[in-house]
């Protein structure tokens, strides 16, 4: 099939009020289209695809059921993905949704797990996601698995739910770091019913406990973290 040779990418900026003439004060968020040429991972995402620069080099994971890496000057010459390995050597799927390569190189990620262990006898590949915290003191070459942070345990499975994934859980990660803060804040989607439940949640934890992050993930309630 033709790819196509332009896609409108989003660009959600901080725009200086030069770029958008009728924009308000500078700190005011604006968002616009433009036309941008197509480009094309080195292998096919199946979730969010995070990178990270280090000494000039643009270093981009892409998951499917596992993540790989692929490394490069720039988007557009990246070189071919190679495996990026967890340690432990289990035949689980994660997805490698967020990195944080902390100033000493150590690099931490977010990942989207997924084991199919029967909520839904009937319905062969559903499964209830959670989510972990990984580490890497190779640029993501391999990881140790540091532990779930988040998961809906003890909640009713919607095996009769339209969604044709998930029963339940939690998952596809992302953060924004705040480092004059000190904390990460995850933002991830909850399939848990009910309805009012769902969608989009935060989360935060301190940086300082990402070495040891089980248990130090508080999710944000509407009325405080817990």
Request: overall charge negative; charged content about 25%.
């Amino acid at each position: 099939m033709k790819m196509p040779t332009l896609a409108l990418w989003l660009s959600a900026l901080l725009a200086a009020p030069a770029a958008f003439p009728d924009a308000g004060p500078p700190t005011e968020p604006r968002a616009r289209l433009e036309p941008a040429p197509f480009l094309k991972f080195p292998a096919d995402p199946d979730c969010n695809s995070p990178c990270f620069w280090h000494e000039g080099q643009l270093h981009l994971f892409t998951s499917n059921q596992k993540p790989s890496r692929s490394v490069g000057p720039d988007l557009e010459r990246l070189g071919a993905p190679v495996p990026s390995v967890f340690e432990d050597g289990a035949r689980k799927l994660r997805w490698i949704e967020a990195v944080y390569l902390r100033e000493d190189g150590v690099l931490f990620g977010l990942y989207h797990r997924e084991e199919y262990l029967g909520e839904c006898p009937d319905r062969e590949y559903f499964t209830v996601p959670d989510i972990g915290v990984a580490r890497s003191r190779d640029l993501g070459r391999t990881w140790t698995d540091l532990g779930i942070v988040l998961q809906d345990q003890g909640v009713r499975r919607s095996c009769d739910t339209p969604n044709k994934f998930f029963a339940g859980g939690v998952g596809d990660p992302s953060w924004a770091i705040d480092r004059a803060g000190g904390h990460a804040y995850i933002f991830f989607s909850s399939y848990t019913d009910p309805v009012s439940n769902q969608g989009v949640q935060v989360a935060r934890i301190a940086l300082g406990d990402l070495e040891a992050p089980v248990g130090r993930v508080w999710r944000w309630t509407g009325g405080g973290w817990d």
